[in-house]
Each structure stands twice: as C-alpha cells, then as structure tokens.
C-alpha cells in the first residue's frame, strides 16, 4: 500500500498546531521532526542517543508529517489541510510539500526517531529495538507500533498513561476503545488490571496490539477485539479508556457509560482544549461526573465517574 506524506514546515508555535490540524483531517498520529522537542526528552533520558533529522536542522524549523491513504480521496483532506493552515497560520508561517511512500519505507523510517520516554511517575514506554535501563519501580512497557497509532510519546497517549496510573485498580476489568499499538492496554495490564479488552476497527491495529501485549507479557490478561468502539464487548468495566477524537468521544458519552460499572471510570483524551467544553457536557448529560482533568499543550484529558 502507498501513502501521501504531507510535510508542513512551521515555526516552533505553530507545532502543536498544525498536528492537531493533521489529527482533525484524519491522518492519525504525527512525525513531528523538532529538535526542542527532541532535546526535552533527551534531557530525561540519553542525550548522545538521540538524533536530529537533518530536514529539521536545515533551516531550524521543525517539520510536522501527517500521512493518507493514496486511495484517491486524499485530494478533498489536502484541500482541508490547505484552508485550515490559511486560516490559522497565514502568510509565510508555513510551508507544505508532499510525497508518496510505501508503507514499508513509513513503517521504518521514523524508528531512528523513536526513543524511550517517561510517560507517567512509574510508567516507561520504550521501542522494542532500544535499550533501557530501568530505575526501581518503573514498570516499562516495550513497544512495536508498526503503522498502527500509538508510541507512547504524543501528549494524548502521555495524559492517559498518567491518569491510568492513578485509575486502574488491581484486579479490575479495563475497556481499551480505540486501541490501535495497544499501549494503553498493555499499561492498564503491568499496572494490575485483571482483564483487558482492547478494541480497534482496524484488523492491522489488532494485530499490532496483540502483538505487543504478547511482548509484554501480558497476553493472558488483554483480549483484543475488532470492531467499532464497545458494540462486541460484553459485561461491563471498572475502567473504559478511550484516547480518539472530542466529537467521538461526545457522541460515544452514553454507550461507555452504560458499559461501566457503578462508579467506574471514564478516562477520554485525544481532546483539543477548544472542544473540552463540549466533551464536558457531554459526559455530565450520559451521567458521568468529571473528577479530574488534566492537560499537556493544547491537549486534554478527562477522568469521569459513573454518578451513582
């Protein structure tokens, strides 16, 4: 399969930006190529390890990569793309180039990128290929994403990790909607759920996760499903954890409710702070009580419980 890599080249205030830009048109997760960002986490790990891609040095501007489908409807989402970059960051601000790739170029590339990252107090996602030494009660989590969304290190998937840390209960059952690495399912297992179900529509997602719950470790505790959002799931949770989109999440409001058991939790991210509003309210209309929101950039994320 071939995909379109659209390259946005964008002062450093324009990053978060143009990846949520990417995020609404549809491409998924980002490459962002920004040496600030790779000296931040490089600072909280190994420095020398670390490489910054020559496109991102050569002018000092960072790059944001998005990628679709060349199925031929990627035509009417490059148009969007366009609009919303006139719109939200006019004139010179940035730059857009385009190019087709294979999806086994894609899936290799960025792994030179791709570096182990404290996502929580305990939790530690790492790629499979790279070593980690681990401090005393990190738990740390091995990953292998392949082309499905979900490395660990985007804010969305960071704000999860940190409030599955506080929400998971030893023993308890968690839903994963929208699981696509599977990290967030993998974390909710070393973290003491008793059982996992991690559900994603696309069968390369699923396998990828399955993949990695296998690699660590705890393939006995995560079941994964195919299938859209709960409507193959059964019974119902302690925990549903969904890392998607605001408007997905507003509209999926009532059926993860219904899926919770009497004072579970709702943990939603994915959410861009214009649109927390809306996500809010629709959590209080299914009967789910905010009790904690917290935010990276322009990022939320909520932790809601079923009201009695």
Same mark, same amino acid.
């Given at each position: 399969m071939e995909w379109l890599e659209i390259t946005v080249r964008t002062p450093p205030e324009g990053v978060e930006l143009v990846a949520d830009i990417f995020q609404e048109i549809g491409t998924g997760g980002v490459v962002i190529e920004d040496p600030a960002v790779i000296f931040k986490y490089a600072g909280a790990t190994c420095p020398e390890e670390? #490489?910054?891609?020559?496109?991102?040095?050569?002018?000092?501007?960072?790059? +944001?990569?998005? =990628?679709?489908? #060349?199925?031929?409807?990627?035509?009417?989402r490059l148009e969007e793309l366009a609009a919303a970059l006139a719109r939200?960051?006019?004139?010179?601000?940035? @730059?857009?180039?385009?190019?087709?790739?294979?999806?086994?170029? %894609?899936?290799?590339? %960025?792994? /030179?990128? =791709? /570096?182990?990252?404290?996502?929580?107090r305990r939790l530690v996602v790492k790629p499979s290929w790279e070593d980690y030494r681990a401090e005393e009660g990190d738990l740390v989590i091995e990953m292998d994403p392949g082309m499905a969304f979900g490395s660990g290190t985007h804010a969305t998937t960071c704000l999860c990790l940190r409030l599955l840390?506080? =929400?998971?209960?030893?023993?308890?059952?968690? =839903?994963?909607?929208?699981?696509?690495?599977? +990290?967030?399912?993998? &974390?909710?297992?070393?973290?003491? !759920?008793?059982?996992?179900? &991690?559900?994603?529509?696309?069968?390369? @997602?699923?396998? +990828?996760? #399955?993949?990695?719950?296998?690699?660590?470790? +705890? &393939?006995?505790?995560?079941?994964?499903?195919?299938?859209?959002?709960?409507? /193959?799931?059964?019974?119902?949770?302690?925990?549903?954890?969904?890392?998607?989109?605001?408007?997905?999440? !507003? &509209?999926?409001?009532?059926?993860?409710?219904?899926?919770?058991?009497?004072g579970g939790v709702l943990i939603a991210s994915g959410i861009i702070e214009e649109k927390a509003g809306l996500v809010v309210c629709a959590l209080e209309a299914a009967g789910l009580a905010v009790c904690e929101r917290d935010e990276e950039g322009r990022w939320v994320a909520l932790a809601a419980r079923l009201k009695a």
């Amino acid at each position: 399969m071939e995909w379109l890599e659209i390259t946005v080249r964008t002062p450093p205030e324009g990053v978060e930006l143009v990846a949520d830009i990417f995020q609404e048109i549809g491409t998924g997760g980002v490459v962002i190529e920004d040496p600030a960002v790779i000296f931040k986490y490089a600072g909280a790990t190994c420095p020398e390890e670390w #490489a910054v891609p020559e496109s991102a040095t050569a002018d000092g501007l960072p790059r +944001v990569k998005g =990628y679709l489908p #060349a199925d031929g409807t990627q035509s009417k989402r490059l148009e969007e793309l366009a609009a919303a970059l006139a719109r939200l960051l006019p004139g010179p601000a940035s @730059a857009v180039s385009t190019r087709t790739v294979s999806e086994e170029d %894609w899936a290799n590339a %960025w792994k /030179k990128y =791709y /570096k182990p990252v404290r996502a929580g107090r305990r939790l530690v996602v790492k790629p499979s290929w790279e070593d980690y030494r681990a401090e005393e009660g990190d738990l740390v989590i091995e990953m292998d994403p392949g082309m499905a969304f979900g490395s660990g290190t985007h804010a969305t998937t960071c704000l999860c990790l940190r409030l599955l840390e506080k =929400y998971v209960r030893p023993g308890g059952t968690v =839903y994963d909607v929208g699981t696509g690495s599977g +990290v967030l399912a993998v &974390a909710a297992a070393r973290l003491g !759920a008793g059982r996992v179900v &991690a559900v994603d529509i696309d069968p390369l @997602a699923c396998r +990828v996760a #399955a993949g990695n719950a296998e690699r660590n470790g +705890v &393939a006995g505790k995560v079941q994964v499903v195919q299938g859209n959002l709960l409507e /193959k799931v059964e019974g119902r949770a302690d925990l549903v954890v969904a890392n998607i989109i605001a408007d997905v999440i !507003a &509209a999926f409001a009532p059926e993860a409710a219904g899926a919770l058991a009497p004072g579970g939790v709702l943990i939603a991210s994915g959410i861009i702070e214009e649109k927390a509003g809306l996500v809010v309210c629709a959590l209080e209309a299914a009967g789910l009580a905010v009790c904690e929101r917290d935010e990276e950039g322009r990022w939320v994320a909520l932790a809601a419980r079923l009201k009695a």
